[in-house]
């Protein structure tokens, strides 16, 4: 049977579609203010690459903030468990996930089936998130998908320590005048991210295998700080798209849904 | 702060709202809606209390008293003293001093007001408290700062050496309004010998100190007999304890913040033994037949808070508990010390016991029952040290066979933040799982009440409970 | 009579102004650029040509906001505080308070007749109280910035938000948006928000006498009419001149002064 | 006066490194209640812990909450990485919640990052109060210091050694008199970013060199020429600081001295001298306890009013700046009532709050400074 999961993010929409634990199509896209339209339209971008309708799927499960608003989902699921599911789906032997989205960070430990042992959001004061670094990719006018590569080219250690989205904006700007790299700048501001977000990871005691989902995931120079701080080389995904991994999630559980109801028939 | 707000004094607008509710259910239904009218925005509140039965007309007509004692303190000759919650009033009702808890003022501000004490808090900031200070404190005191209530005589608080920002908050007050003021102090270890000696060398000098504010020693008979009063009152409290652990459990949250705001409010008083036992017979009945206290009739989950149990506006935080069939098994405020109960057992030196027998003995026992409070029993301390706020955590979360426990404070509380991640950590490792909530349990602007829900049905999803 | 002028090269928008005659003959604003320079350049360039003047006709130039120190054509640097105070006082001459919204900061001043500072405080704590908090915002209810402002009379019950931090109330946001608020509710909300934390900044220096807003967050007018609201007083209007040029109207008249000779010397 | 500048802005400094060398113990401390007396009198060189040189927060945030002031966040830090490893001892007090929970934070994280907890971790008990009982639990907080220090160390404090250090320490207090004194002069021939590298310097370097040092430098001082006419005198009071870029931004466009202090690692205890005879451990309890200003002793607001308005008074102090940092309940509150006290007597006053480590908001806190100076020219 086709299943498929749905995850309405605060930035983005994604979507994918499964047959027996394989991904038929996928779609990502920019999330519109109202979550219904995001959903209705990511869902039918990742039909028609699979060259499906809505008949052809059997069960949907959606996530993220806007989870509760879509209309053609069976049920729902909270992000945590959906991103551990996905993770653990294309890498069982990981312990630990971290997920970076455009709102908020999380780190989650799961246990060998994929349950959630323990999880801890970012604290109150957030620089950890996608958005962050959207807003300081807008301030240096470089594209979101270069600063990896950018970040990778520094030479000077800087430090970006302001912990606010806002005022770490000034802080890079003042850094613009004073003539410093923009490599360099971005260097910093993935060491910084990586610090808050793994201090996070920490608080929870650290596993042995870990991955990282989300988004910021796509950003080799966060990936590698990330690895840095921890002290320990974060996995791949095998070639999974981790921005992907939560609707992923999403999907396994409808299929989990979809098989139950087919043997209580 | 609005204007407009200056144009009532609050202590006597909110004396007035719970006057009015408290008599609401003694009058016919034509009398009722009219009264209703007069207090459009209590309304809602006034009928949940009223909805929970005699207990919660008795609750209303506590803080009614309360608030009148406060009005005409002044008229009648007493004086009247700030103080903290944490800190047994009982002593004041023996020195014939009319207490004010400004930590229950702010809370009940909350439940009654639909803005909450939002205004009163931004006031203690514009007269200089921190922003980043407890609200639990803030909110109230903003309104005396304000000069909109019957005034204070002097303040008396015993958070030194246990909470900064609240033995602040008070030394602040005391300087701005120039009050007198006395602050209890205690050691970081509780039980031994010397921090014994030091909690009754530092209650003689507190009582010395309101002797000197009111001008009247110390009456001994009227001590014996307050302390007596809380004897009797203790007992209930052990008999409804007990009853607590049973599963299901025949209390409803609601009954938590009874049984603790009513402590830190009328603790040796005859209305609180009254209410006391309203709740132990209501208990008794639904023990009989094995009936939970929920209003689901169905316990599906038992939650220990492990700071604070409540939760800013209109009582959100424990209809939610009620709708979910979840059983709210206190908090750390709201269990009590005494000798020979279950979970002090484990615990060496944390409980006391009342001895009236000569002055020297029930100085000990005020002292000693003072020091035992929630704050200043166990935050006072390491964490992690004997009897402290693990220890005891477990104690009680074993003892009332909780499924899962929750942080809820305030981002003021720099006590509590500053090691709940620890704390946390270890609770887990004994098998609790343990959400902490990023809210203010005082102000809901830190985390607006849809999010701190979503995260909490997000926790009880993702963790298996529910 | 002399020509003076004054920049304000703020982290959101940059304005110069040019002066003469206590009058003001040409203004230019724009959105500020990465570098502060080029802003303080172009904004200084659009000024002049509406004044029909050139960079040598300036007698005396003064800079202030963000990226003061930064901007190369000016005779020296003052702060925007005690710009803004003598802005407000030119543009409206009763003024006794002055409440100062741009991108990154919030000032509450009082002034003296002269429009010096006489006391001032600035919010420290956060970036929320200042005009970047609602165009994050904005963005977030995919919205203009000056819709925004106008929802505040539109809304039927505003929200709760948490106002203690951009990042967090915009999770906050983002939650209402998804659980079906109105618009018109959270953009409510919102201004509410921002001006109970103005309005602290404002009351803890004792509001006397006529109250003037300047900055861009001064078109915002939910926040200014909820801010009425809290502080119980009017705040004045001016037709003399878009308050958001105040600081570097403030700058043209220190410029003034400086030439006359009845400035200061020594800062 | 480079000696000074190395020990006031590194962490691991060159007397400190010395001392080590010649494999004698150190013990950090983290509050000005703890008499310095006690290990200088068991050589032991005691130095106050510092967040300075902190270059990101993420072992501090793993323990600590999210609203809790950044200094012990930075100690932490430090420690975390490593950088108190030539520690051989630690002692915590209760001068704030902040404060006194690095206690149970050090000891966590010593349990996840090897040999960062110091063997002798201490942990004192100041209480809030100078009421008898409040003075008799200090010297028995004294004894029994003393007694796990003879302990652990293996060495023996007697009363004459104590005494020997009271009059070293003393020494050091004189001298660091005489600079305040200097400093206050209607004629300035010292900055105060260098006084305040002296001070910080005292509370991280052996006593008998520091002394040595800063008598050669009072020496110099006098040499001097006065500085440059028309500059505002400033003081600087509020939450703890060791930072000297704080005082240089202040004094940076040569429009502002900073002529006094009243600062956790300044000069404010060292006017006052402990009595060479009679009891030690009393006349130290006396001292520490008895004389402090700090907000944790809470109802002595009046006496450190009075403690302000005597220094601004003595020093010509043209406006106070207040600093506090994020989330210090204790001296942003009693920062608004100093503001309003001074401000009614006619002396201007700049309040500020502030991000404690490595200066990043300087852009924010020097439009203030220059705003306050503008306003009070
Ligand atoms: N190609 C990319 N390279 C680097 N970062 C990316 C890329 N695509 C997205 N991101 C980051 O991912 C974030 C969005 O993450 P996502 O998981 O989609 O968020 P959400 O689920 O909350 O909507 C963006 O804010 C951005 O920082
Ligand atoms: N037309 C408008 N309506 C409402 N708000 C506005 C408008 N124009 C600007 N603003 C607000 O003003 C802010 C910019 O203020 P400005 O004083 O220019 O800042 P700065 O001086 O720091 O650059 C913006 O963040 C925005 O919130
Ligand atoms: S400083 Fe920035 S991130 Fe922190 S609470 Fe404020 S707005 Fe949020
Ligand atoms: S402020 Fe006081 S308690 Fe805090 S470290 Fe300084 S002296 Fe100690
Ligand atoms: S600055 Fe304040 S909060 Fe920070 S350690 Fe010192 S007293 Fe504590």
């Excluded at chain 1, 509760?68 to 312990?95: L, N, T, Y």
């Excluded at chain 2, 499924?403 to 404070?409: A, S, V």
């Excluded at chain 4, 700090?294 to 009013?305: A, D, F, N, Q, T």
């Amino acid at each position: 049977m086709i299943v498929a999961g749905c995850d309405i993010g605060s930035l983005t929409a994604k979507a994918v579609l499964m047959e027996h634990g394989k991904v038929l199509a996928d779609a990502v896209m920019r999330a519109k203010t109202r979550p219904s339209e995001s959903a209705d339209e990511v869902m039918q971008m990742a039909m028609q690459k699979a060259g499906l309708n809505m008949d052809d799927v059997g069960c949907v499960v959606g996530t993220g903030y806007g989870r509760e608003q879509v209309s053609f989902v069976d049920s729902v699921e909270s992000e945590i468990s959906c991103h551990a599911k996905g993770a653990w789906h294309v890498r069982p032997s990981v312990r630990m996930v971290i997920d970076i989205g455009g709102q908020d960070a999380k780190a989650t430990r799961i246990d060998k089936n994929g349950n959630v042992v323990r999880y801890l959001y970012n604290d109150k004061c957030a620089s950890g998130t996608g958005r962050f670094l959207e807003v300081m990719a807008e301030a240096l006018e470089i594209p979101l998908e270069k600063m990896g590569d950018v970040g990778a080219r520094s030479t000077e250690k800087l430090t970006i320590s302001n912990q606010c989205v806002i005022f770490a904006e000034t802080e890079v700007i003042s850094l613009v005048n004073e003539g410093k790299e923009t490599s360099d700048i971005i260097h910093a501001l993935h060491q910084a991210l990586a610090k808050r977000v793994a201090s996070l990871a920490k608080s929870i005691e650290v596993a042995e295998e870990v991955v990282m989902t989300g988004g910021v995931a796509k950003n080799s120079g966060v990936f590698q700080a990330i690895s840095e701080t921890l002290g320990i080389q974060l996995k791949p995904l095998d070639g999974m798209d981790p921005q992907l991994i939560g609707a992923m999630g999403a999907a396994l559980y409808a299929q989990e849904k979809a098989a139950a109801a087919q043997e209580a028939v | 702060m609005r204007p407009e707000m200056r144009e009532y004094n609050y202590d006597w607008l909110m004396g007035s709202m719970l006057h009015a509710a408290s008599r609401v259910s003694n009058g016919t239904p034509k009398e009722t809606e009219l009264t209703y009218r007069y207090i459009p925005y209590f309304k809602n509140v006034a009928q949940s209390f009223i909805g929970a039965g005699e207990i919660g007309i008795q609750i209303l007509k506590l803080f009614d008293r309360y608030y009148e004692n406060i009005l005409t303190a002044h008229e009648r000759g007493q004086k009247i003293a700030a103080s903290t919650f944490c800190f047994s009033p009982s002593i004041f009702y023996a020195m014939d001093i009319v207490p004010i808890c400004m930590e229950l003022l702010t809370a009940l501000g909350n439940i009654v007001w639909r803005r909450g004490m939002f205004d009163y808090m931004d006031y203690g900031v514009e007269a200089g408290l921190p922003e980043t200070s407890c609200s639990s404190q803030r909110g109230a005191l903003g309104a005396y700062f304000a000069g909109l209530c019957e005034p204070i005589d002097f303040i008396v608080c015993d958070t030194p050496g246990v909470c900064d920002t609240n033995a602040n908050a008070f030394a602040f007050t005391a300087t701005f309004l120039d009050k007198p003021y006395y602050a209890l102090n205690y050691p970081q270890v509780l039980g031994d010998d010397r921090s014994q000696n030091y909690h009754v060398e530092d209650y003689k000098e507190l009582v010395r100190f309101m002797e000197a504010q009111t001008g009247n020693k110390l009456d001994y008979d009227r001590l014996g007999e307050v302390l007596q009063e809380v004897e009797k009152q203790d007992a209930l409290i052990a008999d409804i304890e007990d009853m607590h652990t049973l599963k299901p459990t025949p209390l409803a949250p609601i009954h938590n913040i009874a049984l603790y705001a009513g402590k830190f409010t009328f603790s040796g008083n005859k209305e609180y033994t009254r209410l006391l036992e309203m709740i132990a017979d209501s208990a008794k009945k639904r023990v009989k037949i094995g009936a939970s206290g929920l209003k689901t009739g169905d316990e599906k989950l038992r939650v220990y808070m492990i700071y604070i149990d409540h939760y800013t506006l209109d009582m959100n935080f424990w209809n939610w508990f009620d709708e979910n069939s979840v059983a709210h098994m206190g908090g750390m405020l709201s269990h009590h010390f005494r000798d020979n109960i279950e979970y002090t057992e484990a615990l060496e030196g944390i409980s006391y016991g009342v001895d009236t027998s000569s002055p020297e003995s029930m100085f000990n026992s005020i002292a000693q029952m003072n020091a035992r409070l929630p704050m200043v029993r166990s935050i006072r301390g390491p964490y992690d040290q004997p009897n402290m706020w693990l220890e005891e955590t477990l104690a009680l979360a074993k003892n009332f066979r909780a499924d899962c426990l929750i942080y809820n404070g305030t981002p003021g509380c720099r006590n509590t933040w500053a090691n709940v991640k620890l704390m946390v950590r270890d609770l887990e490792k004994h098998g609790y799982p343990t959400h902490i909530m990023n809210d203010d349990a005082f102000d809901d602007r830190v985390e607006s009440w849809v999010a701190t829900r979503e995260r909490l049905e997000e926790f009880f999803q993702v963790r298996g409970l529910l | 009579m002399s020509i003076v002028a004054g920049c304000d090269v703020g982290s959101l928008t940059s304005k110069a102004v040019v002066m003469k005659n206590e009058k003001i003959v040409g203004s230019h604003i724009i959105k500020s650029k990465p570098r502060p320079q080029d802003s303080a350049d172009a904004a200084m360039a659009g000024a002049l040509s509406a004044a029909g003047a050139g960079p040598d006709d300036i007698e005396y130039c003064i800079g202030t906001g963000y990226g003061r120190d930064k901007i190369l054509f000016v005779k020296e640097a003052r702060s925007e505080i005690s710009c803004h105070g003598k802005g407000a006082r030119w543009l409206l001459p009763s003024v006794q308070t002055v409440i100062d919204i741009g991108g990154q900061d919030c000032k509450a001043m009082k002034i003296d007749g002269d429009g010096n500072v006489t006391r001032f405080l600035a919010n420290d704590k956060c970036a929320s109280g200042t005009g970047r908090f609602l165009e994050v915002m904005a963005k977030v209810l995919n919205i203009d910035i000056d819709a925004m402002g106008r929802f505040s009379a539109k809304a039927r019950s505003p929200v709760t938000l948490a106002a203690t931090c951009t990042v967090w109330a915009q999770a906050d946001v983002i939650k209402y948006i998804n659980s079906g608020v109105a618009l018109e509710d959270i953009g409510a909300g919102i201004n509410t928000a921002m001006a109970q934390r103005v309005a602290m900044l404002v009351n803890a220096v004792r509001p006397e006498g006529d109250i003037l807003m300047t900055g861009g967050v001064a078109k915002n007018v939910g926040v200014v009419s909820t801010l009425e609201k809290l502080l119980g007083r009017k705040i004045k209007k001016t037709r003399k001149a878009d308050p958001q040029m105040a600081g570097a109207i403030g700058a043209a008249l220190l410029s003034m002064e400086q030439l006359n000779g009845n400035g200061r010397k020594d800062t | 006066m480079d000696t000074f500048y190395d020990a006031a802005t590194r962490v691991r400094n060159k007397p400190i490194l010395k001392w080590k060398e010649e494999g004698r113990s150190v013990v950090g401390y983290t509050c000005s209640y703890v008499p310095a007396e006690i290990f200088h009198a068991a050589d032991i060189l005691p130095i106050r812990l510092r967040g300075i040189e902190t270059d990101g927060m993420d072992i501090g945030d793993t323990y600590y909450g999210p609203f809790i002031c950044s200094f012990p966040k930075c100690i932490l830090q430090l420690a975390g990485k490593g950088m108190f490893d030539f520690l051989d001892g630690a002692v915590i007090t209760p001068g704030c919640d902040a404060m006194r929970r690095l206690d149970e934070c050090w000891r966590k994280a010593g349990e996840d990052y090897e040999g960062i907890l110091p063997s002798y971790f201490y942990y004192f008990d100041v209480p809030h109060k100078t009421e008898p009982h409040g003075m008799q639990w200090f010297v028995k907080e004294i004894r029994n210091l003393i007694d796990s220090v003879e302990r652990h160390f293996d060495v023996r404090i007697t009363d004459e050694k104590l005494k020997t250090a009271i009059r070293a320490y003393n020494q050091g207090r004189k001298l660091l008199q005489t600079v305040e004194d200097l400093r206050s002069q209607a004629e300035i021939k010292v900055s105060g970013t260098d006084v305040f590298a002296a001070t910080v310097a005292s509370t991280v370097m052996p006593r008998g060199e520091f002394t040595a040092d800063l008598e050669k430098w009072i020496q110099s001082i006098k040499q001097n020429k006065p500085l440059k006419n028309g500059q505002k005198r400033l003081m600087l009071v509020g939450s703890i600081s060791d930072e000297i870029d704080l005082v240089e931004l202040v004094e940076k466009d040569n429009h502002a001295v900073v002529v006094a202090e009243n600062l956790c690692f300044g000069a404010r205890y060292e006017s006052n001298q402990i009595p060479e005879n009679g009891n030690p451990v009393q006349a130290l309890a006396e001292h520490y306890l008895g004389k402090s200003v700090c907000p944790r002793m809470y109802g002595k607001y009046k006496e450190r009013l009075g403690f302000l308005k005597d220094k601004i008074e003595c020093a010509g102090v043209d406006g106070v700046i207040m600093q506090n940092i994020r989330f210090c309940d204790l001296h942003g509150a009693e920062n608004a009532l100093f503001e309003r006290d001074l401000e009614a007597m006619g002396i201007p006053c700049l309040r500020i709050e502030r991000e404690y480590g490595p200066l990043i908001e300087t852009g924010r806190i020097k439009l203030r400074i220059n705003a306050f100076l503008e306003r009070i020219s």
